[in-house]
């Protein structure tokens, strides 16, 4: 059996521009990062969408929770494994930097979304969270 792991920097992708108002807690960076005020944050991911045909069948969104107002194009950073028969997800990293530019991307239920590629179309595979190992739900759009 192969294991293909992937490391993904993603942009976020636009669903809706619908903004939701509230805050969340986040971890200060570290290193050059505290020096440039980036606020660090670990998001589990919650729901994972396949785009329908004729969209891209190796791309796939990932929902995280996110209650603030938006989100900047390319803020999100995710990890993916890749079996035959399962796609592990991992924590979705949220890079927050408040002196860079930002167009404010909105949220869908309150949740921001990231985009990543696999390697092979999902097709029958089960997508799990790596932290808990909970089959994650999969949308069609």
């Known amino acids: 059996m192969s294991v293909t792991r992937r490391r993904l920097v993603v942009a976020a992708t636009t669903l809706a521009c619908a903004a939701v108002g509230a805050g969340a807690a986040g971890l200060q960076g570290i290193g050059p990062l505290a020096r440039l005020a980036v606020t660090e944050t670990r998001l589990e991911p919650q729901v994972v969408t ?3 045909p004729p969209g891209d069948p190796l791309a796939v969104l990932v929902g995280v929770p996110w209650t603030k107002e938006g ?12 079996t035959p028969t ?11 930097d408040p002196t860079g530019p930002c167009a404010g991307v909105g949220t869908v239920d309150n949740l921001a979304w990231v985009d990543f590629q696999l390697v092979a179309p999902l097709g029958s595979r089960a997508v799990v969270r790596s932290s808990d190992g909970a089959a994650l739900p999969i949308r069609h759009w």
């Open 86 to 96: 399962e796609v592990t997800v991992g924590a979705v990293v949220s890079r927050e």
């Open 50 to 52: 396949l785009l329908n």
């Open 71 to 82: 989100y900047c194009v390319g803020q999100f950073e995710v990890e993916a494994t890749e």
